[in-house]
């Protein structure tokens, strides 16, 4: 299992709210770019993820969706609480097993985070939204679907994967960021473990 980080429960908790405000930080920075497929607002999770672990990780997701419903009025993005809580567990459990120590151990992690936020954000706006949210990918969504005759779940999960991992990569590279500048102990969870003096 990965490295054992004692935290009491008003630091855990301190944590889950600087994730919540990285993440709707980050993600309204995303949006002011106006760039398709970068949203950013998996940070907090994921540095919570890393630090806390799976369950702390899952629960700064799920908060973030609220305080967005709260802070933007619109409830859109209510149903995509799962989708950061599943990332949370996702990485998290990753930290656990000690796949986020190395570039090489990092792939496996970064992989299967980028597919599980896809299938699950696609399963999502099918079911949900009938395959369209206003998205930018959702030109791409219609194409895929007029060219090839594809199920509409494959439309959209293919159209969500094909820029995820910029989106996802970036996000790990700002937790990394901060955990490097991190005590030891920290840093122990990223491929940096090992920093220079």
Same mark, same amino acid.
């Given at each position: 299992?990965?490295?054992?980080?004692?935290?009491?429960?008003?630091?855990?908790?301190?944590?889950?709210?600087?994730?919540?405000?990285?993440?709707?930080?980050?993600?309204?920075?995303?949006?002011?770019?106006?760039?398709?497929?970068?949203?950013?607002?998996?940070?907090?999770?994921?540095?919570?993820?890393?630090?806390?672990?799976?369950?702390?990780?899952?629960?700064?997701?799920?908060?973030?969706?609220?305080?967005?419903?709260?802070?933007?009025?619109?409830?859109?993005?209510?149903?995509?609480?799962?989708?950061?809580?599943?990332?949370?567990?996702?990485?998290?459990?990753?930290?656990?097993?000690?796949?986020?120590?190395?570039?090489?151990?990092?792939?496996?992690?970064?992989?299967?985070?980028?597919?599980?936020?896809?299938?699950?954000?696609?399963?999502?706006?099918?079911?949900?939204?009938?395959?369209?949210? +206003?998205? /930018?990918? $959702? #030109? *791409?969504?219609?194409? %895929?679907?007029?060219?090839?005759?594809?199920?509409? !779940?494959? &439309?959209?999960?293919?159209?969500?994967?094909? +820029?995820? /991992?910029? $989106? #996802? *990569?970036?996000?790990? %590279?700002?937790?990394?960021?901060?955990?490097?500048? !991190?005590? &030891?102990?920290?840093?122990?969870?990223?491929?940096?473990?090992?920093?220079?003096?």
């Amino acid at each position: 299992m990965g490295v054992e980080i004692p935290v009491s429960r008003s630091f855990a908790a301190s944590l889950v709210v600087i994730g919540i405000a990285l993440n709707v930080v980050m993600g309204f920075a995303a949006s002011l770019t106006g760039l398709p497929g970068i949203y950013l607002d998996l940070s907090g999770t994921i540095l919570t993820a890393l630090i806390l672990g799976p369950w702390w990780g899952a629960l700064t997701g799920m908060l973030t969706n609220i305080t967005s419903t709260l802070i933007s009025g619109s409830v859109i993005s209510v149903p995509f609480c799962f989708v950061n809580a599943l990332c949370g567990i996702t990485v998290g459990v990753c930290r656990d097993y000690g796949l986020t120590k190395s570039w090489v151990k990092f792939l496996v992690t970064f992989a299967l985070t980028c597919l599980v936020v896809s299938a699950s954000a696609s399963v999502i706006v099918v079911f949900l939204f009938g395959g369209a949210t +206003g998205a /930018p990918q $959702d #030109v *791409l969504v219609f194409a %895929l679907l007029s060219a090839t005759g594809w199920d509409i !779940l494959i &439309g959209v999960f293919i159209a969500d994967i094909v +820029g995820k /991992p910029i $989106d #996802v *990569l970036l996000e790990f %590279l700002i937790c990394f960021a901060v955990l490097r500048a !991190l005590p &030891g102990e920290y840093r122990a969870l990223t491929p940096f473990a090992r920093k220079k003096s």
